[in-house]
Nanobody, 121 residues
Framework: QVQLTESGGGLVQAGASHRLACTGT???????MAWFRRRRGNEREFVAG????????YYGDSVKGRFTISRDNAKKTVYLQMNALQSDDTAVYYC???????????????WGQGTQVTVSS
């Protein structure tokens, strides 16, 4: 069974930087990996995604230029570097994996349990 585990959530001050990590089992790392978030009362929102080995990345409009997704396949880990954090970034962040690149959460096969990031202003 494929498993994903997020880490790094916590309380962060507005304007600061913070990094999340998602570690998976062996089989997840041939997948397109992404970060989603769910802000209070909202649907899951695509944050960033990265291809398995080509280094192609995608970003949601609300985080473009502030967040960076990267992956270390040897460590089976995907990272989300978050800079210039704003109170609107407060959310539960999830990592997810799927075979083909997509921004649609319903198309993802594997999900982590989520990690809370709270940005205080």
């Amino acid at each position: 069974q494929v498993q994903l585990t997020e880490s790094g959530g916590g309380l962060v001050q507005a304007g600061a930087s913070h990094r999340l990590a998602c570690t998976g089992t062996e089989s997840t790392f041939s997948y397109f990996m992404a970060w989603f978030r769910r802000r209070r009362g909202n649907e899951r929102e695509f944050v960033a995604g990265t291809s398995a080995s080509e280094g192609i990345t995608y970003y949601g409009d609300s985080v473009k230029g502030r967040f960076t997704i990267s992956r270390d396949n040897a460590k089976k880990t995907v990272y989300l570097q978050m800079n210039a954090l704003q109170s609107d970034d407060t959310a539960v962040y999830y990592c997810a994996g799927t075979a083909l690149a997509t921004r649609t959460p319903g198309s993802y096969d594997y999900w982590g349990q989520g990690t809370q990031v709270t940005v205080s202003s």
